[in-house]
């Protein structure tokens, strides 16, 4: 698998991804924010038997360089873009986003619509945001939802050495990462004690705060296949509940955030909207194969 994570020069950047498969059709991955292409190995393995599949590394995760204005949705559509023409790949596209990584697949949609065959939202961060979380007014959800928490976080840990981070974090892998191959373990355990990936995030939910507004004032989101997976709302309360929010709070914050989520069906009139049964916010690790069923959809499989 390491063999086929590449690193190429981007407009100017250093810029790591993934390329694999076969086939006519191209599905292109965003992870979340802070995630990383070791996250969608499995769905990777499937679906590589009926389709080519790229996902890219935004900058400051992994390999992929910094830009000088950090990440954001912007910097990861002209980083796509341009990484397609340098792969020479002319025809349209299936684009996967899940959570920061819907969002800038929304963005790569709207500036080049004739690029786009469909699209898998996967928990995607919503355009209808708003700082949602903060106008709860509750103080539970003001400590375990307010960006700032992991805005003053992660300002922290990106003036860390690498030493430090590890020091602090002491970084260690789930029973199903020991499965991975040993060079894949080591790029996993690397990705997290890099303090360049803490001024991507950084950057990112700032961006994330701003790009509601402005992605409202492109064009329009292409009016092509859409399928929108959305966090089971059960599940979802029952795990906040276990971290220690109260469940009336754990209720009105999970509440808000299946409206926002269901808004997004209006981006395309060809949408189709899917609750999946125990998952949570990372549907691509709790129930892969889900996402596996929705790519195929949209592969017409």
């Given at each position: 698998m390491i063999n086929i994570i590449k690193l190429t020069n981007v407009n100017g950047r250093k810029v790591e991804y993934l390329f694999k498969g076969k086939g006519e059709n191209i599905v292109v991955i965003m992870p979340g924010m802070g995630g990383c292409i070791y996250d969608w190995l499995e769905i990777v393995d499937e679906i590589e038997k009926y389709s080519q599949v790229i996902i890219i590394h935004r900058p400051g995760v992994g390999n992929s360089e910094l830009h000088t204005n950090g990440s954001n949705t912007g910097i990861a559509s002209e980083d796509l873009f341009s990484l397609l023409n340098l792969l020479n790949i002319k025809e349209r596209i299936i684009?996967?986003?899940?959570?920061?990584?819907g969002l800038c697949v929304q963005h790569f949609a709207r500036i080049y619509p004739e690029k786009v065959k469909s699209v898998l939202l996967v928990?995607?961060?919503s355009i209808y945001?708003?700082?949602k979380f903060e106008k709860l007014n509750t103080p539970i959800s003001d400590v375990f939802s307010s960006d700032e928490v992991?805005?003053?976080?992660?300002?922290?840990?990106?003036?860390?050495?690498?030493?430090k981070l590890v020091e602090e974090l002491k970084p260690s892998l789930s029973q199903k990462e020991l499965n991975l191959p040993s060079e894949i373990q080591k790029e996993l355990l690397n990705i997290y004690v890099n303090p360049?990936?803490?001024?991507n995030q950084l950057s990112e939910i700032v961006d994330l705060r701003n790009n509601v507004i402005n992605m409202k004032e492109m064009q329009s989101f292409p009016n092509c296949p859409l399928i929108i997976l959305i966090e089971d709302p059960h599940y979802s309360i029952n795990e906040m509940v276990e971290e220690g929010v109260p469940r009336i709070e754990a209720?009105?914050?999970e509440a808000l955030a299946q409206t926002l989520s269901h808004k997004l069906k209006y981006l395309s009139?060809?949408?189709k909207i899917v609750i999946v049964n125990n998952s949570n916010h990372c549907i691509h690790e709790t129930r892969p194969d889900i996402v596996i069923d929705a790519i195929k959809d949209l592969l017409n499989i």
């Open positions: 684009l996967v986003g899940h959570s920061y990584g928990e995607s961060a945001r708003q700082d992991y805005m003053k976080l992660w300002e922290k840990y990106s003036k860390y050495t690498k030493d360049n990936i803490y001024i209720e009105k914050i009139d060809y949408s």
